[in-house]
């Protein structure tokens, strides 16, 4: 093991022993998602499925709650649920990544489990970045020692050499394929693809797509699967602006396109949605939810996971030892071309007591002790009829100074996460809205899974995602509501075991 390597193992095992001794600082983590072990995470990395067990990567700073020079964390799953922490699998401690490992991805191959990231140095005083490969057992990794294996000799145009990042590596047919975002002269962001026989040469194929129609500048963590029949690409773009039609907000987006892609000439064809009548979708419109990347399940499922934080709005309490957590991981399915996205079933076996009944129209605020928890499964049906002018307001973790907010709005069909009474106001951004439409049958269903300090809400089974995080003092836990709408909510809830 490297010096780097070791000590960021000490810091990780420092850090947890601190963790564990303290109840509060113990209580203060999530219970289902998977939580920074000690300072900073960002993206997921490397989620993949090897010899049956799922491992979960992730940028990593393990010494200070704020972002620097980045390893990759690992843990371990036997369900997507609860995770094991590892060894810390990289450090930036070669020449070609000694500025950071940034993210990429992994799989399973022949019995070894091959790791695609980005070596981050500095060149004649520039960044420059660049595509490397590591091997491992599953515990512990080897980098290639001719990395990089993918550098500007192998792209046949100019661009940025310090935007060339995030690689998606797969095998298909008797080739390895590598996908990465760059960023071109113009500024533009674009999506390269490469083939290798052996992992070690790398051919340039083409490019398979480029930032345009709104798609901002640089892309950030692409990832390119076969689901249902299409070809999906995921990307992360930055500076995106706002376009409430689309739903994208000013910023750090996640959009998937689907469409046919040709791993002989690397062509991407975008499909041109039904629903927006545009290339691309948001893929999830709450404030934390970024760099996802998805993995095979042993049964087939298709399962998504992604950073549960963002760029813009840093909101970690100031004690906090760790920082940075991901999203639930949800199965993903492509109906008639459309993502819908819900938790992995697994999350519904640690499911306690189940609470249920009806909240009725009402202008008084309306307390249901069930949900008195800071860990909850809950949905609520609610009948929304043309012409609705009425809300549906649900405190979660409230008390006299803190609350987080969902509202449902009929009037201006908007649902809206407002985490200004949480810790520090809630950051730079405070609240975001996403438009949400009834059903044919007139009817919106809300599920909101929380943990501690977050709250995703799945709409209309899956459809659309909002998930947002907040950090509120743990005492705070009243759950209440108010039902505007002029008829009655059902719900039905669910505490958790863990
Ligand atoms: C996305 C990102 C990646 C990069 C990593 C660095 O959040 O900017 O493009 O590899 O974070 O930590």
Same mark, same amino acid.
């Given at each position: 093991?490297?010096?780097?390597? /070791?000590?960021?193992?000490?810091?990780?095992?420092?850090?947890?022993?601190?963790?564990?001794?303290?109840?509060?600082?113990?209580?203060?983590?999530?219970?289902?998602?998977?939580?920074?072990?000690?300072? +900073?995470?960002?993206?997921?990395?490397?989620?993949?499925?090897?010899?049956?067990?799922?491992?979960?990567?992730?940028? %990593?700073?393990?010494? &200070?709650?704020?972002?620097?020079?980045?390893? +990759?964390?690992?843990?371990?799953?036997?369900?997507?649920?609860?995770?094991?922490?590892?060894?810390?699998?990289?450090?930036?401690?070669?020449?070609?990544?000694?500025?950071?490992?940034?993210?990429?991805?992994?799989?399973?191959?022949?019995?070894?489990?091959? !790791?695609?990231?980005?070596? @981050?140095?500095?060149?004649?005083?520039?960044?420059?970045?660049?595509?490397?490969?590591?091997?491992?057992?599953?515990?512990?990794?080897?980098?290639?020692?001719?990395?990089?294996? !993918?550098?500007?000799?192998?792209?046949?145009?100019?661009?940025?050499?310090?935007?060339?990042?995030?690689?998606?590596?797969?095998?298909?047919?008797?080739? %390895?394929?590598?996908?990465?975002?760059?960023?071109?002269?113009?500024?533009?962001?674009?999506?390269?693809?490469?083939?290798?026989?052996?992992?070690?040469?790398?051919?340039?194929?083409?490019? $398979?797509?480029?930032?345009?129609?709104?798609?901002?500048?640089?892309?950030?963590?692409?990832?390119?699967?076969?689901?249902?029949?299409?070809?999906? !690409?995921?990307?992360?773009?930055?500076?995106?602006?706002?376009?409430?039609?689309?739903?994208?907000?000013?910023?750090?987006?996640? $959009?998937?396109?689907?469409?046919?892609?040709?791993?002989?000439?690397?062509?991407?064809?975008?499909?041109?949605?039904?629903?927006?009548?545009?290339?691309?979708?948001?893929?999830?419109?709450?404030?934390?939810?970024?760099?996802?990347?998805?993995?095979?399940?042993?049964?087939?499922?298709?399962?998504?996971?992604? +950073?549960?934080?963002?760029?813009? &709005?840093?909101?970690?309490?100031?004690?906090?030892?760790?920082?940075? =957590? =991901?999203? !639930?991981?949800?199965?993903?399915?492509?109906?008639?071309?459309?993502?819908?996205?819900?938790?992995?079933?697994?999350?519904?076996?640690?499911?306690?007591?189940?609470?249920?009944?009806?909240?009725?129209?009402?202008?008084?605020?309306?307390?249901?002790?069930?949900?008195?928890?800071?860990?909850?499964?809950?949905?609520?049906?609610?009948?929304?009829?043309? /012409?609705?002018?009425?809300?549906?307001?649900?405190?979660?973790?409230? *008390?006299?100074?803190?609350?987080?907010?969902? @509202?449902?709005?009929?009037?201006?069909?908007?649902?809206?996460?407002?985490? *200004?009474?949480?810790?520090?106001?809630?950051?730079?951004?405070?609240?975001? &809205?996403?438009?949400?439409?009834?059903? *044919?049958?007139?009817?919106?269903?809300?599920?909101?899974?929380?943990?501690?300090?977050?709250?995703?809400?799945?709409?209309?089974?899956?459809? %659309?995602?909002?998930?947002?995080?907040?950090?509120?003092?743990?005492?705070?836990?009243?759950?209440?509501?108010? /039902?505007?709408?002029?008829?009655?909510?059902?719900?039905?809830?669910?505490?958790?075991?863990?």
């Amino acid at each position: 093991m490297t010096h780097m390597l /070791n000590n960021a193992n000490n810091e990780q095992n420092k850090i947890q022993n601190e963790l564990k001794a303290d109840d509060r600082f113990a209580e203060e983590r999530p219970k289902f998602h998977f939580a920074s072990p000690c300072g +900073w995470i960002n993206d997921p990395n490397g989620f993949s499925v090897f010899k049956n067990e799922i491992h979960l990567f992730a940028q %990593y700073h393990p010494y &200070s709650t704020h972002w620097g020079p980045m390893h +990759w964390a690992h843990a371990t799953s036997k369900d997507f649920i609860l995770w094991n922490i590892q060894d810390v699998a990289l450090a930036p401690d070669t020449d070609v990544d000694n500025g950071g490992c940034f993210s990429g991805t992994s799989f399973e191959k022949d019995g070894k489990h091959i !790791i695609a990231y980005t070596g @981050v140095h500095e060149e004649d005083g520039k960044t420059v970045q660049e595509q490397c490969i590591a091997i491992g057992d599953g515990k512990t990794y080897t980098k290639f020692c001719e990395n990089p294996v !993918i550098t500007y000799k192998n792209i046949p145009f100019e661009y940025q050499r310090s935007d060339f990042r995030d690689p998606k590596i797969w095998a298909e047919g008797d080739k %390895y394929f590598l996908a990465a975002v760059l960023k071109k002269k113009n500024n533009l962001g674009a999506l390269v693809l490469f083939e290798s026989k052996d992992l070690h040469e790398w051919n340039y194929v083409g490019l $398979v797509d480029e930032s345009r129609d709104g798609l901002s500048g640089m892309w950030e963590c692409p990832d390119i699967f076969k689901l249902d029949g299409k070809d999906v !690409i995921i990307l992360s773009p930055q500076e995106m602006k706002e376009d409430e039609k689309l739903g994208f907000h000013n910023g750090n987006n996640s $959009v998937y396109m689907t469409g046919s892609l040709d791993l002989t000439s690397a062509k991407f064809v975008r499909e041109i949605r039904s629903e927006n009548s545009y290339t691309a979708a948001q893929i999830d419109y709450g404030i934390d939810f970024y760099a996802p990347q998805t993995t095979v399940a042993s049964d087939g499922r298709r399962i998504m996971i992604a +950073w549960m934080q963002s760029w813009e &709005s840093y909101i970690t309490p100031r004690k906090y030892l760790w920082s940075g =957590m =991901m999203t !639930i991981p949800r199965e993903i399915n492509l109906p008639n071309g459309k993502l819908y996205q819900n938790p992995v079933k697994e999350i519904e076996n640690y499911r306690d007591k189940n609470f249920s009944g009806i909240i009725e129209s009402s202008a008084k605020k309306q307390v249901i002790s069930g949900l008195c928890l800071r860990q909850f499964d809950a949905e609520f049906v609610l009948s929304v009829p043309q /012409n609705e002018e009425g809300k549906f307001i649900l405190n979660i973790a409230e *008390s006299k100074d803190y609350s987080a907010t969902i @509202v449902y709005d009929a009037k201006t069909k908007k649902l809206t996460f407002d985490r *200004s009474r949480t810790i520090d106001g809630g950051g730079n951004t405070k609240s975001r &809205s996403m438009k949400v439409l009834p059903n *044919s049958d007139g009817k919106i269903k809300l599920r909101i899974l929380c943990d501690t300090c977050s709250a995703e809400v799945f709409v209309n089974d899956g459809e %659309y995602a909002f998930t947002n995080a907040f950090f509120i003092p743990l005492e705070s836990k009243t759950f209440s509501v108010v /039902n505007t709408l002029s008829g009655n909510i059902l719900y039905n809830a669910y505490s958790f075991a863990f």
